[in-house]
């Protein structure tokens, strides 16, 4: 069973900068895509970034000019750099791979924007 390990969540002022992680617990390359979504209470879970094994990558509007996402094949993690954070971004996030059409989640981690 894979597993997705998120950390680097926390809380955070305005207009500053968080670098969130995903440790898979086996090789990730045969995932594709990998990214990240959120979910903020009360809303959908909604697709944040993602990366695709060649290194392409897809980020939605809200966080385009803002985050960037990477992957390190040899390291088995996915990251997220976060900056310019803004108190809409509050919100729980997840890591998600997928792999032959089949998705795993991590549990997420939680991330404040406040002052």
């Known amino acids: 069973q894979v597993q997705l390990v998120e950390s680097g969540g926390g809380l955070v002022q305005p207009g500053g900068s968080l670098r969130l992680s995903c440790a898979a617990s086996?090789?990730?390359?045969?995932?594709?895509?990998m990214g990240w979504y959120r979910q903020a209470p009360g809303k959908q879970r909604e697709l944040v970034a993602f990366?695709?094994?060649?290194?392409?990558?897809n980020y939605a509007d809200s966080a385009k000019g803002r985050f960037t996402i990477s992957r390190d094949n040899a390291g088995n993690t996915v990251t997220l750099q976060m900056s310019s954070l803004k108190p809409e971004d509050t919100a729980v996030y997840y890591c998600?791979?997928?792999?032959?059409?089949?998705?795993?989640w991590g549990q997420g981690t939680q991330v404040t924007v406040s002052s």
């Open positions: 990366i695709a094994s060649g290194g392409s990558t």
């Open positions: 086996e090789s990730i390359l045969g995932f594709n895509p």
């Open positions: 998600y791979a997928n792999r032959l059409g089949r998705p795993y």
